[in-house]
């Protein structure tokens, strides 16, 4: 590596390390849990928080560099995060996004856990989120059995690539009704979720940075940006989104969407050819 290779990972281990600590600092994270990396793509190098260490204790070298198409630690005498090929994942496919969060952020957890997507329901979602932001199918047996981080990114890949979520839902319930589990009622009650909304949220064709997060269902959150700080203010955003989107579902829980025009309005004036707020 010549110098300002070295010069500009540095920089970016710094830059990780900071918005690792912003987690504790906005109440997104308990104990250890979450990690925020950030890539380099010119060097094919990504730098992540290590697996399992105090966010007090914590320091920009501890940060650990690796090659975003094999995995391999590159730089970094610590382990990397445990959901390290999640991230690598969401890279590989997601050629724009230049930062990650994982967290398990209460408000955002919960609807990942009732296996919800949140739909927009005011402004506040419009000028960060272009739409519902997604959550994923439930994985099979065979993809929480196998390569279960890689698996974890496949699905959020999957839920943008454009499945349809009636038809996600029903493969999972295939699955899980194959083996008579107990989770065969719960997964008919996602469904019958499902065909209640049926005419609000169908065919996911998503932009990855219209839409900058996703909850990974009986899971939790992932949101990403242009760079490690701009993902961390989208998980921030999608927690206060969280929590005001299911006290409104607890006021009504018929609620529909907000109106088209007031989304489009708040989301194109802060981003794309025409924006103009902020300027
Ligand atoms: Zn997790």
């Not at 250890?32 to 105090?54: C, F, M, Q, Y």
């Not at 296996?115 to 979602?125: C, K, N």
């Not at 999972?172 to 009650?189: F, G, P, Q």
């Amino acid at each position: 590596m010549i110098g300002l290779e070295i010069e500009m990972l540095e920089n970016l281990k710094k830059e990780v390390y900071e918005a690792n600590m912003l987690l504790p600092k906005y109440g997104l994270v308990t104990f250890t849990w979450g990690n925020v990396s950030g890539i380099d793509r010119d060097a094919g190098l990504v730098v992540i928080k290590p697996s399992g260490v105090e966010y007090d204790a914590m320091t920009p070298d501890d940060m650990v560099v690796v090659d975003l198409i094999t995995g391999e630690t590159k730089d970094g005498t610590l382990k990397p995060s445990s959901d390290t090929a999640t991230h690598l994942e969401l890279y590989r496919n997601f050629k724009d996004i230049g930062g990650i969060v994982h967290t398990h952020s209460r408000w955002a957890t919960t609807y990942a856990q009732a296996r919800q997507g949140i739909i927009p329901l005011g402004t506040t979602h419009g000028d960060y989120f272009y739409g519902e932001i997604p959550c994923t199918r439930l994985m099979t047996e065979a993809e929480i059995a196998g390569d279960y981080e890689l698996e974890t990114g496949k699905v959020i890949v999957e839920t943008f690539a454009g499945v349809n979520a009636s038809d996600a839902n029903a493969k999972s319930h295939a699955n899980t009704k194959a083996h008579e589990s107990d989770a065969n009622a719960n997964v008919s009650d996602a469904n019958a979720n499902v065909d209640t909304d049926s005419a609000t949220k169908v065919t996911y064709h998503i932009d990855p940075l219209s839409v900058p997060a996703v909850l990974v269902a009986s899971h939790g959150p992932f949101t990403w940006g242009t760079d490690p700080h701009n993902a961390v203010h989208n998980a921030v955003v999608l927690e206060e989104l969280a929590f005001m989107a299911w006290h409104d579902r607890s006021i009504d829980p018929w609620l529909n969407p907000m109106q088209q025009t007031l989304l489009d309005k708040h989301y194109l004036r802060k981003h794309g050819s025409g924006a103009y707020y902020g300027q």
